[in-house]
């Protein structure tokens, strides 16, 4: 099993959930409590338009009861402080054999913490199914390039405010706007014939709505 300590392929690994199967799939592995509430509300909010996908956040400092209730309700994914997962394999309340990915979120200071030894046991006791991690460079890349574009309408809108075209930006912001929604719809999930593209979706449906802004604002400026 390859293992990979970028956060992105937390993301990815969302769309390759198989809801029909109740086992742990996906390990997320943080140093910390705080990073670990993070991750789990990120990854609920890109799973929003996939239903049916069960997270549980396990870490020091809360009633283990309470965890071992939420593990009942068997979650596709586990995000965990490395402590605090040993507590619950020791207690049995929670297996790991069918995990197919494992994502190591700032693996470095989770071993300068002296988290080596559970890590170790943590993943010797995972599954062996193959992840692949190419569709991480492939989102990165988008995701640049809506920065880019994100970067470039900004600046085009704050000169249009500066030259009192407020009208022209709304109007750019709206279409933008309206574009990301209904890509969202279309993409991440896959409707009316589209293929469903989970997170890689929204990213794309983000860079096309700044793409259009930004034209729609150069042309209005260059029609001045």
Not at 22 to 30: A, D, G, K, R, T
Not at 100 to 111: F, H, K, Q, W
Not at 131 to 155: P, R, W
Request: net charge neutral; charged share 20%; hydrophobic share 45%.
């Amino acid at each position: 099993m390859k293992r990979h300590n970028a956060r992105i392929i937390a993301v990815m690994s969302l769309y390759n959930i198989d809801l029909n199967n109740n086992n742990v799939q996906v390990l997320i592995l943080s140093p910390t409590r705080e990073l670990a509430i993070q991750i789990s509300e990120d990854l609920r909010e890109y799973s929003y338009y996939k239903e049916g996908v069960r997270i549980v956040t396990l870490y020091g400092g809360e009633y283990i009861e309470k965890q071992i209730t939420s593990l009942k309700k068997k979650p596709q994914i586990i995000v965990a402080t490395p402590g605090r997962l040993m507590d619950h394999m020791e207690r049995r309340t929670v297996r790991l054999n069918n995990v197919s990915t494992i994502v190591l979120d700032e693996a470095d200071e989770m071993l300068n913490m002296g988290f080596r030894e559970d890590i170790d046991t943590i993943l010797s006791l995972c599954g062996t199914n193959a992840d692949t991690h190419e569709d991480a460079v492939t989102y990165l890349t988008i995701i640049m390039a809506g920065i880019i574009f994100n970067v470039i309408q900004m600046t085009i809108n704050s000169a249009q405010r500066g030259s009192g075209n407020t009208k022209i930006t709304m109007r750019t912001n709206i279409v933008s706007n309206t574009i990301n929604v209904f890509g969202n719809w279309l993409l991440i999930t896959g409707n009316l014939g589209f293929p469903a593209l989970g997170v890689r979706g929204a990213a794309l449906a983000t860079v096309f709505g700044s793409v259009v802004a930004s034209i729609m604002s150069i042309i209005s400026i260059m029609g001045k």
